[in-house]
């Protein structure tokens, strides 16, 4: 999965996690994108992107946050373990504190309850076996 972290919403925000996301998870053609129903995932720019790959953006139904849970959850615990309990003084600062919880912590080490208590680096290494 890509990520990307601005100050500002707008197309170029999510267009640089999936850029992110395509260039370290290579996936394959046909691959089920999903997403909410925000106006940036229905751009020209991404669906082009998304064309361009062979991948298939499917939204979320209006009105249906179950469509796009896991996605919640995640900002849900991103916000609880390390957004609320930090006061960032730069955006700098908390680009390079979000960008750890993601990269070193969430993905490496945290150990979740839905991965059979698997950090995702090591579920992934364990499914590819």
């Known amino acids: ?3 990307a972290l601005s100050p500002t919403l707008t ?3 999510p267009l640089a996690a999936l850029h992110r996301a395509l260039a370290t998870r290579r996936p ?3 691959l089920v994108h999903h997403s ?3 106006s940036q ?5 991404y669906e082009g992107v998304l064309q361009q790959q062979g991948l ?3 939204m979320s139904r209006a009105g249906d946050c179950w469509d796009n849970a896991v996605v919640e959850s995640f900002f849900h615990t991103l ?3 390390r957004v609320h309990e930090r006061r960032y003084h730069t955006w700098e600062e908390a680009h390079a504190d979000v960008a750890d919880y993601i990269e070193r912590f969430y993905n490496r080490q945290r150990r979740h309850s839905t991965l059979g208590y698997l950090s995702p680096a090591m579920f992934e290494l364990h499914a590819a076996a």
């Open 1 to 3: 999965m890509g990520w």
């Open 11 to 13: 197309t170029a925000l």
């Open 28 to 30: 394959p053609r046909g």
């Open 36 to 38: 909410d129903r925000g």
């Open 41 to 45: 995932y229905a751009s020209a720019a």
């Open 56 to 58: 298939t953006g499917r």
């Open 79 to 81: 916000k609880v373990e």
